[in-house]
């Protein structure tokens, strides 16, 4: 099964700013991977999804991802934060019959 | 375009009662789940269904039950309500299972009293 643990419970930034939010996996073969983002009162909706064939993922709305084999990271970053980033944002795992989330993060965007 | 939806939006019952939470989807997806959201622990599987008459049970079955006789639709029902299932309950639906995208409808928020 493919866990994912998120290194943050919450996260503040200021507006026009870089935005990282951290997630380790666990996993002994290759994972799919996923951030999702819930806005207050929402859905969630896919923001990128890695599934090996490039270790750049580019999402919506400027997000992008690196996975790194070497540290089991997928962290998601944005270069200059907005304030419509503010949402709960889950990383997720594959657990071989459904997604496996982690706890999310919550981002703040302070003006 | 009405994608995936879920009624009712709100619900408020009382331990012990029958209720049934819809879900209905309009793209003909294979697979459709059932996940309920709770503080501190994010989404967790309720069931999924890989097509219609088929279902399995995710991480937390217990109290709850799903059909799925026509593949657009995927009740849950909580046969005897408890408070612990005061919970946000969402259902996402996709095409090719847990490695693809899921479709998340707008959640049931739900209060047992």
């Known amino acids: 099964a493919q866990s994912v643990t998120q290194l943050d419970s919450h996260v503040s930034v200021s507006e026009g700013t870089p935005v990282l939010l951290r997630c380790n996996y666990s996993?002994?073969?290759?994972?799919?991977l996923f951030w999702y983002v819930q806005h207050p009162n929402k859905g969630l909706q896919l923001l990128l999804k890695?599934?090996?064939?490039?270790?750049l993922v580019k999402g919506i709305n400027g997000f992008e991802a690196e996975f790194k084999k070497s540290e089991t990271s997928f962290h998601l970053t944005k270069p200059s934060a907005h304030m419509s980033d503010a949402a709960e944002y889950f990383c997720?795992?594959?657990?071989?019959?459904?997604?496996?989330f982690g706890k999310g993060t919550s981002l703040l965007v302070t003006p | 375009d009405a994608g995936i939806t879920q009624s009712p939006r709100y619900k408020i019952t009382e331990t012990g009662r029958q209720v049934t939470l819809m879900c209905h989807q309009t793209?003909?997806?294979?697979?459709m789940f059932w996940y309920r959201q709770d503080l501190g622990h994010g989404l967790r599987l309720i069931y999924y269904?890989?097509?219609?008459?088929?279902?399995d049970k995710g991480e937390v079955p217990d109290g709850y039950v799903v059909s799925r006789s026509k593949t657009e639709n995927f009740p849950l029902t909580l046969e005897s309500a408890t408070r612990s299932q005061t919970s946000v309950y969402f259902c996402?639906?996709?095409?090719?299972?847990?490695?693809?995208?899921?479709?998340f409808g707008p959640g049931t928020r739900l209060t047992v009293l």
């Open positions: 997720v795992g594959n657990s071989g019959y459904a997604l496996n």
């Open positions: 996993s002994s073969y290759s994972p799919s």
């Open positions: 269904s890989a097509a219609a008459d088929i279902t």
């Open positions: 996402a639906s996709n095409l090719a299972g847990p490695t693809d995208t899921q479709y």
């Open positions: 793209w003909s997806h294979s697979y």
């Open positions: 890695y599934t090996s064939a490039a270790t």
